[in-house]
């Protein structure tokens, strides 16, 4: 009974890795019920879930459905947040913030993640918080395309407006 119950579980996770555009794996070996609670309804708020998982089951099934191995980032107690796109930053930064008070201590703590398909675990799954999201990166993006157009405007329009000025200043000055 329970390997039948083991591959039900397995089957479920994969296709919600399958699902995912992203995930996260979060430790919480020394979390409350009350910061796990108020965890899962700012996850359900962000529109990402979060599912406590079997740590073997999890990281066979992210490599089963999207070949990607995380298994170093699932050990003691852990949960995984399935997020569509990128909505795992967002779910990171839920998490650094319900964690703020605790900086020194955290209870329940990024380890591991899959971003757009690129594994992160170890240190750098801590800034996945930082990462910047999709509308961020396109609105640098834009930034960038329009700075140098828009300093072209102005040395294009510079001349013409200098002239402008030149031509009012003679007739001002009466020598038309």
């Known amino acids: 009974m329970p390997s039948l ?3 039900l579980l397995h089957e479920e996770l994969e296709s919600q890795f399958k699902d995912a555009g992203s995930c996260l794996v979060l430790s919480f070996d ?12 700012k996850f359900r708020e962000a529109g990402v879930s979060y599912q406590v998982v079997k740590n073997r089951l999890a990281a066979k099934a992210a490599k089963a459905a999207i070949d990607v191995d995380i298994s170093d980032a699932f050990s003691g107690k852990c949960g995984v947040v399935f997020a569509p796109e990128e909505l795992a930053i967002s779910a990171a930064k839920i998490v650094r913030e319900a964690m703020k008070p605790k900086k020194k201590d955290p209870t329940v703590r990024v380890v591991g993640g899959i971003i757009e398909g690129a594994p992160i675990t170890g240190a750098a799954a801590a800034s996945i918080a930082d990462m910047p999201d999709r509308h961020t990166v396109r609105g640098m993006i834009a930034t960038a395309i329009s700075g140098p157009a828009r300093s072209l405007a102005s040395v294009v329009n510079a001349v013409g407006a200098g002239t402008a000025r ?11």
């Not at 979390?31 to 309804?41: C, F, I, K, Q």
């Open 5 to 7: 119950v083991n591959e």
């Open 30 to 41: 020394k979390a409350t019920v009350e910061e796990v609670s108020d965890l899962r309804g």
């Open 166 to 176: 030149c031509i009012q200043a003679k007739i001002d000055k009466g020598e038309g």
